[in-house]
């Protein structure tokens, strides 16, 4: 931390810009009302976009502009918790945006889910609140060397400062057997973490169910950094029981006149002075690129936080990026980072294809479907004090195990993966640093494929008798996010690359056998009637599972990053540990882009704390200014 500190003194010298006029309004709504220069402009209102915007503007002096594509929305599918997924089936709230055909689906292109609206992806997740291990933190401190600050000690008090956690009621605590321990989370945030007043019965069965099998644990706390069985909060007020996202907690009700916000605005570039960004451009969101386009000014810097999909898109087309891909897109290079745009990663995924068919609890999330009885009830409770089923996002338990719990070849992956020639699973023409850093994350990753405190394994209990959602934690293969050379502006060539190394369609078939055994062959279980619908029985080899994976798998759990990575510049990082971009001033990235390594979590709220570390070194930044 101290040489941390000492680094970011080292490069003060900016200066706190002097109070403005009070009469401007928060909300601009015609870019005829900006005023004309800021003092830092934030490309994109979404997760981490407003949270700086929040801890920037908070001294009531410094002026920030963010810039936002989508609008303010009030809609249902945001604010309602019932089932944790109303955003993710309101398209009108998401980009939209197919990934290029993935050749190792047979060509199958899946939906790239991100947020379009004031909140961004945090309007539009599935709440689920959870946090990742510290090995998963520590892992990306790691490639800058023994004492960086991006390290679990040094983000926790990030994690604190991020979010308010708030227990869940004592009924339900003892009722569900709930565990938490405060000592890991804050409670001065305006977002909030908090529990619903109900649980279903088979939430904490099947949880106990693991532990049954050798090697699982229960953990005290999901944000106490290890592996294991636990119950993690939802990303919900608990007072009005709606969602708590980036707009409610960073935006609604600040009233600062030096924070404004332009909604529907399109930021199409970044202006360079050399290589200090001295603004940006933006058009209409739904507008053409050329016509009408508004050039707005920054005193101090420009904040690109337009999340993992539109972050290197704005670079790119800025002239930061890959010189050939420029090149191709006739677009001048300004600085050359070969790492914009590449390094790509999400979660891979497998619906439920298990279930337990006499797990005859009463009730059962699948009750609210098929009885009728229970249905009314917890409507009922939720029209009396907003309790019940209807107050439950996605689930509050999952399974996070390490790989030598799951895999019994996990030493025999993990050795592969070592000796393994890994540019050949890049595309041809990676550029060489960038290949250095995907052999730097494979060498941590074998490690992490051994190691018991690392999370390659989710399982997402579903209250019911069907199995939830199953989760490769730490996919191996990576895509890109470019730019089409033939089209630049429109949006990017999504390319997840799904598959692309081989060992990843090993992982996830052990994932597969690990859950059929919990499922199958768990003395726990076997009361419960357990079916497997698929792959079904008949598939045991590594080849049968592949083949079913080809069909099945989904190369996203709507969790993009690494695009504009945080990684030395000779590993093909994009940005610095001050979130920097490499050879310019006046330029930083935050967002969920920047994560080198995807962590072993949901990543939301891992893009706050990024937020807020930041948040805390632009303060200082601001403390130190000479003025
Ligand atoms: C469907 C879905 C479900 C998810 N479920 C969970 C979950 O349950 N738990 C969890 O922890 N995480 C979840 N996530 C992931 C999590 O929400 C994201 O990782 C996180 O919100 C990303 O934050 P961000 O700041 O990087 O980007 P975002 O929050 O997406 O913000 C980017 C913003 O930039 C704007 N923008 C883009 N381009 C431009 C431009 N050119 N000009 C101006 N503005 C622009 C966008 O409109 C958007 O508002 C989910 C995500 C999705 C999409
Ligand atoms: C996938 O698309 C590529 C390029 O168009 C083509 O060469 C290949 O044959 C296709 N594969 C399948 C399985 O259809
Ligand atoms: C880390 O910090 C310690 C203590 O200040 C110092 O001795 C050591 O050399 C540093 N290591 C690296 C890799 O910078
Ligand atoms: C908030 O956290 C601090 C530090 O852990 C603690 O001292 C304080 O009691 C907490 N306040 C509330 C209201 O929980
Ligand atoms: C991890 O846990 C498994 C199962 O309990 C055990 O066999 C293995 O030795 C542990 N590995 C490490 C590296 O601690
Ligand atoms: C440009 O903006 C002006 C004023 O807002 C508007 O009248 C005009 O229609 C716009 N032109 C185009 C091509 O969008
Ligand atoms: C329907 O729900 C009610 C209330 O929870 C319960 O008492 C009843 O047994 C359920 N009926 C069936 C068929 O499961
Ligand atoms: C909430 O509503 C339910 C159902 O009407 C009732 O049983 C419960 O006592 C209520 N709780 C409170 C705190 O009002």
């Known amino acids: 931390m101290q040489r941390f500190l000492l680094g970011v003194l080292a490069v003060s010298g900016l200066c706190l810009a002097s109070p403005r006029k009070a009469d ?14 800021y003092d830092y402009v934030i490309v994109g209102g979404g997760t981490a976009g407003l949270t700086v915007a929040d801890r920037l503007t908070a001294d009531g002096k410094t002026t920030v502009l963010v810039i936002e594509f989508g609008q303010l929305s009030n809609s249902a599918s945001i604010t309602s918790v019932r089932g944790g997924i109303g955003g993710m089936t309101d398209s009108s709230l998401q980009f939209s945006i197919t990934s290029v055909p993935q050749i190792n689906l047979r060509n199958r292109s899946t939906p790239v889910m991100v947020g379009k609206v004031v909140g961004g992806s945090s309007a539009i997740n599935a709440m689920m609140t959870i946090r990742g291990t510290a090995e998963d933190y520590d892992r990306w401190g790691g490639f800058f060397g023994a004492n960086s600050s991006w390290s679990w000690n040094g983000l926790l008090p990030y994690f604190r400062r991020a979010v308010n956690f708030v227990p869940p009621n004592a009924d339900v605590t003892k009722s569900a057997k709930i565990s938490y321990d405060t000592s890991f989370w804050g409670n001065t945030s305006s977002v909030f973490a908090a529990w619903p007043s109900f649980q279903y019965p088979a939430s904490t069965v099947l949880l106990e169910a693991f532990r ?10 999901s944000g106490g950094g290890k592996p294991g069985l636990y119950w993690y909060p939802t990303f919900m007020d608990p007072k009005v029981v709606t969602r708590s996202y980036a707009r409610t907690g960073h935006y609604d009700g600040l009233n600062r006149p030096n924070y404004q916000l332009l909604t529907g605005s399109k930021v199409n570039k970044i202006l360079f002075d050399g290589t200090t960004a001295v603004g940006v451009t933006f058009v209409a969101a739904n507008g053409r690129s050329d016509t009408n386009v508004t050039t707005v000014k920054v005193k101090k810097e420009v904040i690109i936080a337009a999340g993992a999909i539109h972050s290197p898109q704005i670079l790119q087309l800025s002239g930061v990026g890959p010189k050939k891909l420029l090149d191709a897109a006739k677009i001048g290079t300004v600085v050359e980072l070969p790492g914009v745009g590449q390094n790509f990663q999400d979660h891979t995924t497998l ?31 939720w029209s009396a004090n907003k309790t019940g089923p209807y107050s439950v996002a996605t689930g509050n338990s999952g399974a996070f195990l390490s790989f030598p719990v799951i895999s019994p070849r996990a030493a025999e992956i993990s050795s592969a993966l070592t000796s393994q020639n890994h540019a050949q699973y890049l595309p041809a023409d990676t550029h060489p640093t960038v290949v250095a850093g995907y052999v730097a994350q494979m060498k941590s990753l074998a490690s992490a494929l051994v190691s018991n405190g690392t999370a390659f394994y989710n399982l997402v209990m579903s209250g019911g008798a069907s199995s939830g959602m199953l989760v490769d934690m730490h996919p191996l293969s990576r895509g890109t996010v470019n730019i089409d050379p033939a089209n630049p502006n429109r949006e990017p060539l999504v390319d997840y690359r799904v598959l692309t190394n081989p060992l990843d369609s090993l992982i996830m078939t052990d994932i597969l056998r690990y859950t059929r055994k919990y499922h199958l062959d768990n003395p726990a279980t076997k009361s419960f009637g357990a079916t497997e619908f698929a792959p079904g029985r008949s598939v045991t080899t590594d080849q049968q599972f592949a083949d079913y994976l080809v069909e099945s798998i989904n190369p996203s759990y709507y969790h993009p990053v690494g695009t504009c990575s945080m990684l030395p510049r000779e590993l093909g990082g994009v940005v610095d540990e001050q979130l920097k971009v490499y ?19 949901n990543t939301c709220q891992t893009t706050y704390a990024i937020a807020e570390k930041v948040s805390a070194i632009l303060e200082m930044l601001m403390k130190t200014g000479r003025c």
Request: charged content about 15%.
């Open 24 to 37: 401007a309004a928060t909300v601009v709504t015609r870019a005829a009302n900006l005023d004309e220069s």
């Open 212 to 221: 049954g099998l050798p090697g699982v644990e229960l953990v005290s706390d």
């Open 351 to 381: 619906s439920a294809s298990f279930s337990f068919r006499t797990l005859n609890l009463d009730p059962s999330s699948d009750d609210l479907y098929s009885n009728v009885t229970f249905a009314n009830w917890a409507s009922s409770m």
């Open 583 to 601: 050879g310019t001033q006046g330029l930083r990235v935050v967002d969920a882009s920047v994560i080198s390594t995807i962590p072993g979590a």
